[in-house]
């Protein structure tokens, strides 16, 4: 076992982390880390973003109940992007209801839904 | 069908693309992409992507002869970054000789790489 050092101050102190369910395989999402949400979801074992919209952590699933368990992290070849393979509750990671944020379909100049919702915003994300 | 726009602005003209294999399931690498790099493959079907630490624009294999043939395109709900779905000839999109970039996982402060390589750089990337 070596040591691993993330180079988070290539973009700022920010490095995006790609989300594939564990089990299925598919990419649920991308969101971002610093430091301190890199730190949380290691000690945790629950995902934790950085939000760059609102500039601060957020616990993956807090207010939908749609956590992510985080089963094993995987850092890339230069250091600068983390993949998590995680177990994803409710089946649904995208806050559109989707499983998926990659939800749209690009053809061209334009794009399709192939899939339905997995639950409807408006019931899950209440106030 | 409806259009799309995607947010390159947010992160000063570029998005994070995620590259997963077309058949495997498995999750290749992270790259970026300018609106440019993002023309070039929908218009070539293979792969370009932006250099962020060289400034410019580059084809995916073109030197290992690696290149992503790009079966689907798919935009996240935000419109900030995109997953593209390739097939990826030679079977290895790391340039460390490794079939995906996400090759070291990480435990702790730790990390163990339970991959072994599919090509040799050396013998790949000739000057």
């Not at 920010?14 to 989300?19: E, G, L, N, Q, R």
């Not at 998590?84 to 209801?97: F, M, P, R, S």
């Amino acid at each position: 076992m070596k040591k691993y050092k993330i180079d988070f101050e290539k973009s700022g102190g920010i490095i995006p982390a790609v989300v594939q369910d564990f089990n299925a395989g598919d990419v649920l999402m991308l969101a971002y880390m610093n430091e301190e949400a890199f730190g949380l979801t290691q000690t945790t074992g629950y995902a934790h973003y950085y939000s760059r919209s609102r500039n601060s952590i957020w616990k993956k699933g807090e207010s939908s109940g749609h956590l992510q368990i985080v089963k094993e992290i995987y850092l890339d070849c230069d250091s600068d992007s983390v993949l998590l393979k995680v177990i994803q509750l409710g089946d649904a990671a995208c806050h559109e209801g989707y499983r998926s944020c990659f939800f749209k379909r690009i053809e061209g100049d334009s794009f399709s839904i192939d899939v339905h919702p997995v639950f409807d915003p408006t019931e899950v994300y209440k106030d």
